[in-house]
């Protein structure tokens, strides 16, 4: 049961303009505000449209300018102005639940000695229709189990992570130099000091993007993934029962990535997409698993038959013909 006594929250809010999605972020946070709740809103805007800080001071939220590019040094510049005894976040197009917070207040207050609590996210399109079940379905709670659980491809979503203003300290800033993943990065930092938690409650509506339609970011994060992994499971290698279980994770880390491009390739085929778009996907599969991209390239998998039909003679245009 959630004390009754005022709890202050501070909620960081990247954002780089998009004043539709930030108003609808923001509306959702004030929604969870009540007597038991008061919510400071810190958002960090390293973006140009000016319509941004009238969204903020709309929701009574407190705007930020920040000249460095990265949703990593827009969080910090919450981060450190934040003056709430706990620290949330949201991401500027998503959107919080109603089921958000009290939980998350419920098991720091049953077990003091957390930093704090993660939860579920459930994804939803552009429209916030709901595309899934709440996710992730299962994880290890707390300890060497989630800190490996995390090194093996389980991302928790910051917007369902809620941790006391402590961690400012005990973890530090978010890494302002990796432009992808510094999320990530955080959390992990958080979790090695075995003192967060996994809870089964869905609070975050998790905006997707249509299925290949983000080739740069997902070649930026790549190089990031790869080097947040390597960052931590080094010193953290004896989560696993072994070096093959570190491979596995790795291979589990970056499998989002080699499914992505392959997906995307055998997609943009099929549909008859200019072969430029097919060869950057395949590039793209490549640059994850060199040695599974070569393989499924010469044998009869999806990636070889996607190279092919790029190779195919597409369609002449039609010339018009004079009617006169």
Not at 159 to 176: N, Q
């Amino acid at each position: 049961m959630v004390s009754q006594r005022l709890r202050r929250i501070s909620v960081v809010v990247p954002t780089r303009d998009r004043p539709d999605y930030l108003r609808q972020a923001l509306a959702s946070i004030r929604a969870l505000e009540a007597p038991d709740l008061k919510l400071e809103i810190l958002v960090g805007d390293n973006g140009s449209d000016p319509r941004t800080a009238e969204v903020a001071a709309e929701f009574n939220a407190i705007h930020i300018p920040v000249a460095t590019a990265g949703a990593g040094a827009a969080r910090n510049a919450g981060l450190l102005a934040a003056s709430g005894e706990y620290i949330a976040f949201l991401d500027d197009d998503d959107v919080w639940m109603p089921s958000h917070i009290r939980p998350h207040l419920a098991l720091m207050d049953e077990n003091p000695e957390l930093d704090g609590v993660m939860a579920q996210v459930i994804a939803v399109d552009a429209d916030l229709r709901e595309l899934d079940e709440p996710w992730p379905v299962r994880a290890p709670s707390d300890g060497n189990a989630l800190v490996q659980a995390m090194l093996s491809g389980y991302y928790p979503q910051i917007g369902a992570t809620l941790v006391r203003a402590s961690a400012r300290e005990s973890v530090g800033l978010f890494d302002e130099k990796l432009l992808g993943d510094q999320d990530w990065d955080w959390q992990i930092r958080l979790a090695r000091l075995r003192n967060l938690r996994y809870t089964p409650v869905p609070c975050v509506l998790f905006r997707q993007r249509p299925p290949g339609s983000y080739d740069a970011l997902r070649f930026r994060r790549l190089g990031f993934g790869r080097r947040v992994f390597f960052r931590h499971a080094v010193p953290e290698f004896h989560v696993w029962p072994s070096p093959n279980g570190m491979v596995q994770s790795y291979q589990n880390v970056m499998w989002q990535y080699y499914e992505y491009f392959a997906t995307a390739a055998a997609e943009r085929a099929a549909q008859g997409r200019p072969r430029e778009e097919v060869w950057r996907a395949i590039w793209g599969a490549f640059r994850t698993f060199p040695l599974r991209a070569s393989y499924h390239l010469i044998a009869p998998k999806p990636l070889r038959k996607a190279l092919l039909a790029s190779f195919a003679p597409r369609p002449a245009t039609p010339v018009p013909t004079s009617t006169s």
